[in-house]
């Protein structure tokens, strides 16, 4: 009789099999990548490295209307983190989360909206904008990025608050809804599920793995920013005005000023960087080891989602312990909040009227 496998032996199988498939998509993606820029460069290589000099902000970033520019500093990191606030001080906190590749601007719709009853703030997360962007890799990891938004909470005044996710912003709000869920009263999070949904799901269903393939390519040096910034930023209009990806295939669409104040942000020097080190952490981050949400919840969900499959919403239900709300827009794309504002907003507002069920 053959002696028993070891039972350390089964985990390191595990790791070994989950890190072969990290890198070895990572190698793909960097190949299709690669192929992409030689054809760019040998079908016009002039146009390939074209940059138009973006000196100036487009008017729209600086529009009253949406509130004041605001800056604060964290006593810890030593951070600086900028941020648009609008809603007199002293009324409860809305903080809004943004996602990739986005930043405070995305919030718009939001900040003009609900300023009537709250204090709104559209943060710019870590890296992003005019916030700071440390140089290192290792200060993009989750437990910082999770460190800043409870920081800056204590430093603007408030012990709670209404959070706000989309995207990597939902993540981040899923994560401090696990760790720290008495600052949340009531938690928003816009297309992205719940973080343990998302990594057992993207291992069991190719198609999502496909979708997610810029996850993987982002663990790759240097390259993803070179290939953002390519003929004068291509790839970043692409995913806001594409058949397939963009804002408001079926709802509103970005203005010219809409469009150019995202180039301009992300165009400025090393713009890049910090947003996309925040995902050459994740692979080292998840999965979690705590996962139970108790604070009450609304997920909202654009159907035609180029990047999440919708099934990975109603699975989210399985780890919120409380209130928990779904709502699917059939015509949604990934950019709800910027496409459909209006219902998004009816949405928000129905849930944070309806009273605290026990």
Known sequence: MAPPRPPRLVPALRALLYWSLVYGYCGLCA???????????????????????????????????????????????????????????????????????????????????????????????RGYGESDAPVHQESYKLDCLIADIKDVLDTLGYTKCVLIGHDWGGMIAWLISICYPEMI?????????HPSVFTDYILRHPAQLLRSSFY??????????????????????????????GIGRKGRRLTTD???????????????????NHYRNIFNCLPLKHHVVTTPTLLLWGEEDAFMEAEMAEVTKMYVKNCFRLTVLSEGSHWLQQDQPDTVNRLIWAFLREERRE
């Open 258 to 276: 809409d469009l150019e104040a995202y180039i301009y942000v992300f165009s400025q020097p090393g713009a890049l960087s910090g947003p996309i």
């Open 185 to 193: 009263m009531k938690l928003v999070v816009i297309n992205f599920p």
């Open 31 to 125: 190949s299709v990548h690669l192929l992409k820029l030689l054809w760019s460069i040998g079908k016009a290589p002039a146009q390939t490295f074209r940059r138009t000099a973006r000196a100036n902000p487009p008017a729209c970033l600086n529009d009253p209307s949406l509130g004041t520019h605001c800056y604060v500093r964290i006593k810890d990191s030593g951070l600086r983190f900028h941020y648009v606030a609008a809603g007199e001080r002293g009324r409860p906190l809305m903080l809004l989360l943004h996602g990739f590749p986005e930043f405070w601007y995305s919030w718009r719709h939001q900040l003009r909206e609900f300023k009537s009853e709250y204090r709104v703030v559209a943060l710019d997360l």
């Open 216 to 245: 993987y390519f982002f663990q790759i040096p240097w390259l993803p920013e070179f290939m953002f910034s390519i003929n004068d930023f291509k790839a970043l209009k692409h995913l806001f005005t594409s058949r397939s990806t």
